[in-house]
């Protein structure tokens, strides 16, 4: 039986997760919240996405995402506006409207790029770790 497609992006949502957050993560394995800069550990810290995972064209690039707790990614709806600070900080001056423009563009990964994500992220995890 083959697998449902709800289940693959279940999945590369965990690992793509799981090696942003492993990725920011400093050798005690703690992770700076990019907006209120507070430290939490890898497995307390979420992944904030600056688009919503909504957005496929956007919702597994390494650029629209980052490190956020809980108060911020969730309570607080991703503090949009200090994340596009922050990402126009680290990839310069007007990239959080290039990430906009990319985001409203229609995107449908087929099944097996998603699968082929999943591998290229427990990859990149494995390299991190």
Same mark, same amino acid.
């Not at 990839?91 to 290039?98: L, M, N, P, V």
């Given at each position: #039986?083959?697998? !449902?497609?709800?289940?693959? @992006? $279940?999945?590369?949502?965990? @690992?793509?997760?799981?090696?942003?957050?492993?990725?920011?993560?400093?050798?005690?394995?703690?992770?700076?919240?990019?907006?209120? !800069?507070?430290?939490?550990? %890898?497995?307390? @810290?979420?992944?904030?996405?600056?688009?919503?995972?909504?957005?496929?064209?956007?919702?597994?690039?390494?650029?629209?995402?980052?490190?956020?707790?809980?108060?911020?990614? %969730? #309570?607080?709806?991703?503090?949009?506006?200090? /994340?596009? !600070?922050?990402?126009?900080? !680290?990839?310069?001056?007007?990239?959080?409207?290039? @990430?906009?423009?990319?985001?409203?563009?229609?995107?449908? /990964?087929?099944?097996?790029?998603?699968?082929? #994500?999943?591998?290229?992220?427990?990859? $990149?995890? $494995?390299?991190?770790?």
């Amino acid at each position: #039986m083959a697998i !449902k497609r709800s289940t693959i @992006i $279940k999945k590369l949502d965990a @690992i793509f997760s799981l090696y942003i957050r492993n990725y920011y993560a400093d050798s005690n394995g703690q992770v700076e919240c990019i907006t209120c !800069k507070r430290f939490y550990p %890898v497995a307390k @810290i979420q992944n904030g996405h600056f688009i919503s995972r909504k957005n496929y064209a956007t919702r597994w690039s390494e650029d629209n995402v980052a490190p956020q707790c809980y108060g911020c990614n %969730v #309570m607080q709806q991703g503090q949009q506006f200090l /994340f596009s !600070k922050w990402i126009d900080k !680290k990839y310069g001056e007007g990239y959080s409207q290039t @990430i906009l423009e990319r985001s409203r563009t229609t995107v449908k /990964f087929s099944t097996p790029e998603l699968l082929d #994500m999943i591998d290229l992220y427990t990859q $990149k995890l $494995k390299d991190l770790l």
